[in-house]
């Protein structure tokens, strides 16, 4: 009696844990739109370090890290607020067509700021 309770329970235990992972797998799904324009905002904010810029903080936003950016590379403030802009379009806003995340990539690829004096 009880082994075929057992059975029964394990059985019942992994079709949840089953179907819980099939469940998050569809919820955490990625948007590779979205992705792509993280992947080259974190490119734009690493060449900004290389140019003496601190890393954004944990508490600071793409418009807030970028009007920061600007104060500390004012030759590059225009290019700056264009590629954040840009991003924040990218990311944010609805952009079916892909243009802006096409703009994103073209502005963070020419970008190539000097050193903060």
């Known amino acids: 009696h009880w082994t075929k309770l057992v059975a029964i329970c394990i059985a019942l235990l992994v079709t ?6 099939i469940y998050l797998a569809w919820a955490y799904r990625s948007d ?6 993280s992947r ?17 903080r944990p508490n600071e936003g793409p418009s807030d ?10 030759t590059a403030s225009e290019t700056i607020e264009e590629i954040t802009d840009a991003y ?12 802006e995340l096409e ?8 970008f190539r700021p000097t050193h903060a004096t």
């Open 16 to 21: 949840f844990l089953t179907g819980l992972a």
């Open 32 to 37: 590779g739109h979205r992705d792509n324009a």
């Open 40 to 56: 080259y905002f974190r490119k734009f904010c690493r060449k900004l370090a290389r140019a003496s810029v601190a890393p954004r």
């Open 65 to 74: 890290f970028g009007r920061r950016a600007a104060d500390i590379l004012p």
């Open 88 to 99: 924040v379009k990218a990311r944010y806003e609805l952009d079916e067509d892909g243009r």
């Open 103 to 110: 703009r994103l990539k073209q502005l963070v690829r020419s």
